[in-house]
């Protein structure tokens, strides 16, 4: 069972440069989320899904855009990437997050736009 | 202003010492608390789940305590490892949303 995962790893992007952060579940859960984590502050929601074909914006979503045609998939677009965009970006999961349920988190992705 | 506070930001102790961990929050109407452990370069992991009528719960050589009243949460850990290493993170949920603290940054040392 891989759980939540996140492609790529680490990334490098000029200024204007866009990319896709990839996140994929194999849970079954309906709900899934994009946060972005910056040095010294808590998690920040970016977007979030509470099913295929179901996506709303979450504290932060100006510069990003998501999209959830699958279950299992949940990718993070940047279209013009900005230095204040540089952060690690987390993606989660949950089965049912108003019973309790925690989030499990991927493993994150390391971007760094210059 | 965040609505979750922890304190200390970093705390640095030797291997088998015991350690008491802060969270403050202001999050309304309270759902539930939960500690997170984050591992350097990996996502947050769940340790612990309160809700407004525990007072404290255990998961091995972790103890999360809640007092709803002050709002007010501690995650202390017993006989400290160095694999206890990590950033642990207070969450407290208010209906639909999530509130993340900024961290603490616990060093265990040998």
């Known amino acids: 069972n891989a759980g939540v995962t996140q492609t790529p790893k680490f990334r490098i992007l000029k200024i204007g440069q866009s990319m896709t952060l990839q996140c994929t579940q194999d849970?079954?859960?309906?709900?899934m989320y994009w946060y972005r984590q910056d040095p010294g502050m808590g998690l920040k929601l970016i977007y979030y899904?509470?099913?295929?074909?179901?996506?709303d914006k979450g504290e932060v979503p100006n510069g990003y855009n998501v999209s959830r045609s699958t279950t299992e998939d949940f990718p993070l677009r940047l279209e013009l990437a900005a230095p204040s965009q540089t952060s690690v970006y987390f993606c989660a999961s949950s089965y049912d997050p108003g019973q309790g349920e925690g989030y499990t988190f991927g493993s994150g992705t390391r971007l760094t736009v210059v | 202003k965040n609505q979750v506070e922890q304190s200390p930001q970093s705390l640095i102790i030797l291997e088998g010492k015991n350690c008491t961990l802060q969270c403050n929050y202001t999050v309304s109407p309270f759902s539930n608390l939960r500690w997170y452990k984050q591992d350097t370069g990996r996502g947050p992991v769940s340790l612990t789940i309160m809700t407004f009528s525990e007072n404290t719960k255990s998961n091995g050589r972790y103890t999360a305590t809640l007092d709803a009243d002050t709002k007010q949460s501690s995650l202390h850990i017993t006989a400290s490892q160095l694999s206890d290493s990590a950033s642990y993170i207070c969450?407290?949920?208010?209906?639909?949303?999530?509130?993340f603290g900024a961290g603490t940054r616990l060093t265990v040392k040998p």
């Open positions: 899904s509470v099913g295929a074909g179901i996506t």
């Open positions: 849970m079954n859960h309906n709900y």
């Open positions: 969450v407290v949920r208010a209906n639909n949303d999530m509130r």
